[in-house]
């Protein structure tokens, strides 16, 4: 009985005790080499169970230091972190600060600049007024055929400027006494343009002659460029009433006009009179 009993015993030290025993080892040396904690673990779960907390040490005092000096490393570091941020936004705030600066400084720059500009044509048409003044008592004493004679002596603009600042009576008189009525008629033309222009600046008043000057020049071309900007209805209404009364000047016209405007007009007038359009664009050909 007694050798039966111990057989029994020795078959479970054998088959189950020893096996798990040894099994149980291998895991704990594989976790050390693996690097698990492993006696960090067993010690915090014994100190986290009741009764072997009694029979478990607690953590050593090195691994107490190693922990403290964890907290106070990452301490440190939080407190770099914070300190670091504190002096972005400091920076952020200065920065923000001289754009608010530069930004007011620049908006007196314009406002300063809007003064100059306002005193600057002030004296300008000051100085404009002065020098209408001081040609207009000069052209009073001139006979009106002398005065004539200066203007055909001068440039188109220079002769345009210095009428336009005398009066109407001494225009009309000087006008009158000029040899050549071909441009006497252009000043004219462009003393009546000026007289719409509020510009007292003297090299502005010069090109805005040049541009009325070339207008007259080629008025074919101003009028054909006036067609191309109107709708397609309202140029072929001239360009019908045009061939009814000068034909040639209506074909010259339509010459000049882009080809896609002129395709749009000839186009309207098709609708209205087929025969017109197609003696226009036979004429065109």
């Given at each position: 009985?007694?050798?039966?009993?111990?057989?029994k015993?020795?078959?479970?030290l054998y088959?189950?005790?020893?096996?798990?025993?040894?099994?149980?080892?291998l895991?704990l040396?594989?976790?050390?080499?693996?690097?698990?904690?492993?006696?960090?673990?067993?010690l915090a779960?014994?100190?986290?169970?009741?009764?072997l907390e009694?029979?478990?040490p607690?953590?050593?005092?090195?691994e107490a230091a190693?922990d403290?000096?964890?907290?106070?490393?990452?301490?440190?570091?939080y407190?770099?972190?914070?300190?670091s941020?504190?002096?972005?936004?400091?920076?952020?705030a200065?920065?923000?600060?001289q754009?608010?600066?530069?930004q007011?400084?620049?908006?007196?720059?314009?406002?300063?600049?809007?003064?100059?500009?306002?005193?600057?044509?002030?004296?300008?048409t000051?100085a404009?007024?002065?020098?209408?003044?001081?040609?207009?008592?000069?052209y009073?004493?001139i006979?009106s055929?002398?005065?004539?004679?200066?203007?055909?002596?001068?440039?188109?603009?220079?002769?345009?400027?210095?009428?336009s600042?005398?009066?109407e009576?001494?225009?009309s008189?000087?006008?009158?006494?000029?040899k050549d009525s071909k441009?006497?008629?252009?000043?004219?033309?462009?003393?009546?343009?000026m007289?719409?222009?509020?510009?007292?600046?003297?090299?502005?008043?010069?090109?805005?002659?040049q541009?009325?000057a070339?207008?007259q020049?080629?008025?074919?071309q101003?009028?054909?460029?006036?067609?191309s900007?109107m709708?397609?209805?309202?140029?072929?209404?001239?360009?019908k009433s045009?061939?009814?009364?000068?034909?040639?000047?209506?074909i010259?016209l339509?010459?000049a006009?882009?080809t896609?405007n002129?395709?749009?007009?000839?186009?309207?007038?098709?609708?209205?009179?087929?025969?017109?359009?197609v003696?226009?664009?036979?004429?065109?050909?």
């Amino acid at each position: 009985m007694n050798e039966r009993h111990q057989g029994k015993l020795e078959n479970v030290l054998y088959l189950a005790i020893f096996p798990l025993t040894f099994t149980i080892i291998l895991l704990l040396v594989i976790f050390i080499i693996m690097g698990y904690p492993v006696g960090k673990t067993l010690l915090a779960w014994g100190n986290s169970v009741p009764v072997l907390e009694k029979l478990v040490p607690g953590p050593s005092i090195a691994e107490a230091a190693t922990d403290s000096g964890k907290s106070e490393s990452w301490k440190q570091k939080y407190q770099q972190k914070a300190a670091s941020v504190k002096k972005k936004n400091e920076e952020i705030a200065n920065l923000k600060e001289q754009l608010s600066s530069y930004q007011n400084n620049l908006e007196e720059m314009k406002q300063t600049n809007q003064q100059l500009e306002r005193q600057v044509d002030t004296n300008l048409t000051k100085a404009f007024q002065e020098q209408t003044e001081k040609v207009a008592s000069i052209y009073e004493k001139i006979p009106s055929s002398k005065a004539a004679a200066m203007l055909e002596s001068m440039t188109l603009e220079d002769a345009s400027l210095t009428l336009s600042m005398l009066d109407e009576e001494q225009q009309s008189r000087i006008l009158s006494s000029m040899k050549d009525s071909k441009e006497a008629a252009q000043l004219t033309m462009i003393i009546k343009e000026m007289a719409t222009l509020n510009e007292t600046n003297e090299a502005s008043l010069k090109a805005k002659i040049q541009e009325i000057a070339q207008i007259q020049n080629n008025p074919t071309q101003t009028l054909a460029e006036t067609l191309s900007r109107m709708s397609a209805v309202e140029a072929a209404v001239m360009i019908k009433s045009m061939m009814g009364t000068n034909s040639q000047v209506a074909i010259e016209l339509m010459k000049a006009i882009p080809t896609a405007n002129r395709a749009q007009i000839l186009s309207e007038i098709a609708k209205a009179d087929s025969k017109l359009a197609v003696q226009i664009t036979t004429s065109l050909n």
